[in-house]
């Protein structure tokens, strides 16, 4: 028999009539608690509906290693169980444990995000016998998963309790979505935004950034994120090799740092790739304004926060020729406000940075553009869709 592993913090029972709430119950899940744009939005979502009269918790399955993002003091994470199920059992034990959970302190309305929450907690909730309103959420492209979470997150939107199949771009939706018509009543697409507090602070940064545009100081290229195959950094290493006027500092940390690092010394440009190791939000924010351009090379992307951020400060961006990310620096209009690369070519990359550092004029049209995408990006607008959803 397997032991049930209670949440970190106690759940309070209530009784719950319709005829007293002021505002619905909603639950926020993840797979795990490490730090990254889902978490970062279900915090910013979680904390804003709060602040409305919801009553809200983030929730992840299993705790992650990375220890980075514990918690939010506006509103904590808990774990349903103390670690990551290996087993057939302990996957079993995660369902039950689930289902106590749901009947024990039913929520309205559960939203989910990963690929085992947004299958696990909609059936979970079904087998509680509960009326709990399931909306799944997809935050990358189907193809970038692996088989058979790619097939099986394909039909989580199926169970009769999911309302709603939130994609945070049009090209996820479609991934997800192709060739399944019976689906599409479901789908809705709902772009990620950044907290009003982030964007305040980023207002302050912007107001005080200096860019740096020809002359003998270096030229700052910056990129941020996990050091993961995803993140495709090999390529912006090797730009440096072309790239004598230019610091690259890559701020994040993970599995791929040691080879990354490897690579850096092969190629003789330790002096010009600096890794910064993980940083909290607002100091990795602080060098994001401190650079002149951000580099995105990802092999996949949803709807990078990371992007979303460097448009507010006016970087001029340099992303991978991916459907997602060409999606994001195009306007309304269908006009190119960012700088698109072949996702392997580490010339045509260097050549484009050096573009925006020899060309004073050409920076500053991209800057702009940049900004300009930003402003159609609002946190108010994304809380507004979210809440409409859980309501």
């Not at 029972?13 to 007293?20: D, E, F, N, P, Q």
């Not at 302050?204 to 941020?224: C, H, K, N, T, Y």
């Not at 550092?357 to 994304?382: C, G, N, P, Q």
Request: proline letters at 5%; charged letters at 20%.
């Amino acid at each position: 028999m397997c032991a049930a592993v209670s949440l970190t913090e106690p759940i309070q029972r209530s009784v719950r009539k319709a005829s007293i709430r002021s505002q619905p119950t909603v639950y926020f899940f993840a797979n795990h608690s490490s730090s990254g744009g889902v978490g970062e939005l279900w915090s910013d979502l979680a904390a804003g509906l709060a602040a409305k009269g919801f009553r809200t918790r983030l929730i992840a399955l299993w705790p992650s290693a990375d220890t980075s993002m514990a918690g939010d003091e506006r509103v904590p994470w808990h774990h349903v169980v103390s670690e990551r199920p290996r087993s057939m059992r302990r996957l079993l034990c995660l369902v039950r444990d689930l289902v106590l959970l749901f009947r024990k302190d039913t929520p309205d309305c559960v939203v989910t995000a990963m690929p085992a929450t947004n299958l696990l907690v909609p059936a979970a909730a079904l087998l509680s016998y509960r009326r709990i309103r399931a909306i799944t959420s997809h935050h990358t492209p189907a193809n970038t998963l692996k088989w058979p979470m790619n097939w099986l997150d394909r039909y989580a939107s199926v169970p009769p309790n999911v309302s709603a199949s939130v994609s945070v771009s049009k090209t996820v939706a479609t991934s997800y979505h192709r060739g399944r018509g019976w689906l599409r009543s479901k789908q809705r697409v709902i772009s990620n935004a950044l907290s009003p507090a982030i964007e305040q602070h980023l207002s302050e940064l912007f107001r005080m950034r200096q860019p740096r545009i020809g002359g003998d100081a270096p030229f700052r290229v910056i990129s941020l994120g996990r050091l993961s195959a995803q993140k495709n950094y090999d390529v912006l290493i090797k730009a440096a090799l072309y790239m004598p006027n230019v610091i690259v500092s890559i701020i994040g940390h993970g599995p791929e740092e040691t080879r990354l690092r490897s690579l850096a010394d092969c190629l003789g440009v330790t002096d010009r790739v600096k890794f910064l190791g993980l940083m909290g939000r607002k100091d990795a924010l602080r060098m994001l304004a401190a650079a002149d351009v951000f580099v995105q090379m990802s092999r996949f992307e949803g709807h990078s926060l990371a992007l979303i951020e460097a448009a507010k400060l006016g970087l001029p961006l340099v992303v991978s020729n991916i459907p997602v990310q060409l999606e994001f620096i195009t306007d309304e209009i269908g006009r190119h406000c960012g700088i698109s690369v072949d996702i392997d070519d580490a010339r045509s990359l260097a050549r484009s940075i050096d573009r925006l550092y020899f060309d004073h004029e050409y920076y500053e049209d991209m800057a702009l553009r940049s900004r300009h995408i930003a402003a159609a990006l609002s946190f108010d607008k994304t809380m507004s869709l979210y809440e409409d959803l859980v309501s």
